[in-house]
């Protein structure tokens, strides 16, 4: 089979913020949560294109590389020249035509929190793809992408859906519920989804339809594995 013929392309869209609120600390996007998705698309044998609101390198939460938080894949992007190349030179957002993928993936850290969260760009991109019948997904704070996303009829998408995302007690545990610009879980609730958690760091990834989200960092890689899924 020539794989280059009929590779699916997914679109990964990450996080062009460095700021953490007021706290004078950085954040970014949690690289177990760009890199644990991006191996299992490389791995199936698709095509990975990588963009963010500001192009060029995106920040990385400097938490998410303290030797506490490595996992197989992690270590596996601080190796990889190729993907840190690309990493380095990422395509403006406002550059992206949801026709030229098959789906998109939005990976966390608390950077989507403050420009994904109403970036009109990214709304509309992604209403782009749920209107073409192409599933989109996001791991931990990058569910905020979602929030104010609306179908054709102006209902929000998480409305009625099954979702996850970071909970309330996990931003306890890093002790960022008076940073964060809002509580994820409650947003998540008022426009109506039908919020699911499990205990704080265990694995959750939901699939309602076309929209697939995951609670946490640990829950990457079974969040791009439904994506899969669904691509199939």
């Known amino acids: 089979m020539n794989t280059q013929q009929t590779a699916k392309h997914v679109l990964m869209v990450l996080t062009s913020h460095a700021e953490l609120g007021n706290s004078g600390e950085k954040t970014g996007f949690w690289v177990e949560e760009f890199a644990a998705p991006y191996y299992t698309f490389i791995d199936a044998g698709l095509k990975v294109t990588i963009v963010s ?7 990385i939460d400097p938490k998410s590389e303290l ?6 894949s992690t270590k596996r992007y601080d190796a990889d020249n190729g993907v840190l190349a690309l990493m380095a030179n990422t395509t403006k957002l406002a550059d992206v035509n949801a026709s030229d993928y098959d789906a998109v993936f939005y990976p966390g850290g608390h950077g989507p929190l403050w420009d994904l969260t109403d970036n009109l760009i990214s709304i509309s991109l992604i209403e782009s793809f ?6 989109v997904a996001a791991v931990c704070h990058a569910t905020a992408a979602f929030l104010n996303v609306k179908d054709a009829a102006g209902k929000h998408i998480v409305k009625d859906k099954a979702v996850t995302g970071f909970t309330n007690s996990e931003e306890d545990a890093v002790q960022l519920m008076d940073i964060v610009p809002f509580l994820l879980e409650d947003e998540l609730i008022k426009r109506g989804g039908k919020y699911q958690k499990v205990a704080d760091w265990n694995v959750l990834a939901i699939q309602d339809g076309l929209v697939i989200t995951g609670q946490n960092p640990q829950s990457s890689e079974l969040a791009a594995q439904k994506l899969l899924t669904a691509l199939a």
């Open 53 to 59: 609101p500001e192009g060029g390198q995106p920040p």
């Open 67 to 72: 030797a506490d938080f490595q996992t197989p």
């Open 130 to 135: 749920l209107a073409a019948n192409k599933p």
